[in-house]
Every structure is written in C-alpha cells, then in structure tokens.
C-alpha cells in the first residue's frame, strides 16, 4: 500500500471500499466483512486503516496465571503493540463476547496505542472514558461500560474473531462507524482506480436525483446508465 493511496482509504467510508473491492474482483460476493453493529467512540472520525496487531482479552474472571506471568504477558503486549509496521490497527477479540464486561479501552489505553503510532482500535468488547478519549484514535467497541472488572491479556499475535469476521495479523483493515473489512492482497494494485469508479459510478444517480426537475423519467434513464457500469 503506497502513500496516495493511504491517503485516499483515510478520507472515505467502509461501505465504499467494500463495494470497491468488488469492482477490483469483477464480482459481488466479496464476505470478509463484521456483522452487526458496533459501537463507534467518534462518529464523525476518518477511517482507520492499517495492517492488524491482534490479541485476545478476557475480563469476568482473574487470569489463571501467576501474577508475575500476568504481568509479563501484559508487557510482551505492550512491547508487541510499539513495534510496526505501520500504519497499524489493533485488533482486540474479547473472548467474553456477548457478555464482555471488561472495558479495554479507556482514557490511558487509547492514549498510549495512539503515542505507539497505531491508528485506532476494533474490538468486540467494552470501551469507556469516552470524554477523555484523544482525538485521532476511533475506538470500534461491542458496547460501552463503566468498569475494567478482571481485563487481561490472554494471548498476542494469534488470530481472532470479531463480529463474525477472522482477522489474522497483518491483514490490512479498513474500519470505520459502519463496520470493518479485510483488504485482499492480491487486488491492492487496482484498488485506487477501482474505488474512483464506485464514486464515479454513484454520482451517475446522485447528481440526476439533486436536478430541479427530477421526475421518474430521469432516473429510469439514471439508473439505466448506472446500471451499465457498475459491477
């Protein structure tokens, strides 16, 4: 992934690129996608994209392992998540879903992924302190909670699952209020052109429907052309 076209997954929304990513396959049927509905810290913040960081969490009990263990996993997470490459996202499974009660992401956990240089979080379990959340690092959450309750590291750099999509490490995310995708490799070559034609192709229909004397007739004829290009 190059720079321009960072700079362009940056500024639009997951459902383009979801789309856009059918273009570049030449098919529908593209299902590496969450389901469900998540729960965004700012709504109105930019896309985080990046390649996956993972680990998993859990929070109703204490961790089994010794404390002096459950400190050292802690720090190999932290030491894990400081490292590249970048742009990065962390990508967080909490295996107490759907009844996660540990929020993860607060007030100093946000702060310090943001100060490693990653771009944001997505998780499917709890996050709170959302006054106090820096700006520049959305928080994708499965709910919103007051307590940490037992929260702790379980495993680092291993698989995981969220809201029905499996992230491996370095899959590269895009992420955004909607949902999150998983960037396949092999059509990052055609990406940029691809999603230039499904805003292209959109405003086909948007522009027709914003005309003063939009009438049945002009978007039958809208969206015949539509129709033709879009895949």
């Given at each position: ?187 990052i070559p055609k990406l940029e052109n691809a999603i230039q034609r499904v805003i292209h192709n959109e405003q086909i229909v948007l522009q027709a429907a914003k005309e003063d ?12 052309e539509f129709e033709r290009v879009r895949t």
């Amino acid at each position: 992934m190059d720079k321009q076209l960072y700079k362009l997954l940056l500024s639009i929304d997951t459902p383009t690129v979801c789309n856009a990513i059918e273009v570049a396959q030449g098919q529908r049927g593209f299902d590496q996608f969450t389901r469900g509905t998540l729960q965004a810290s700012d709504p109105t913040a930019n896309a985080i994209v990046g390649y996956a960081k993972t680990a998993q969490i859990a929070a109703i009990k204490p961790s089994a392992l010794p404390p002096d263990e459950v400190k050292a996993l802690r720090m190999q997470y932290y030491k894990y998540m400081s490292q590249g490459p970048h742009p990065s996202v962390t990508v967080i499974e909490d295996l107490d879903y759907p009844d996660a009660v540990g929020a993860y992401w607060g007030g100093i956990n946000t702060h310090v992924h943001k100060g490693f240089g990653i771009s944001g979080a997505l998780t499917n379990g709890v996050m709170r302190d959302l006054g106090d959340l820096p700006e520049g690092f959305p928080v994708l959450a499965g709910s919103i909670g007051p307590s940490h309750a037992f929260v702790h590291v379980e495993s680092i750099a291993t698989p995981v699952t969220v809201f029905g999509l499996t992230i491996h490490e370095g899959d590269l995310i895009h992420a955004d209020r909607h949902g999150a995708v998983i960037i396949p490799t092999d059509i990052i070559p055609k990406l940029e052109n691809a999603i230039q034609r499904v805003i292209h192709n959109e405003q086909i229909v948007l522009q027709a429907a914003k005309e003063d004397d939009f009438d049945f007739e002009r978007f039958e004829q809208a969206w015949a052309e539509f129709e033709r290009v879009r895949t």
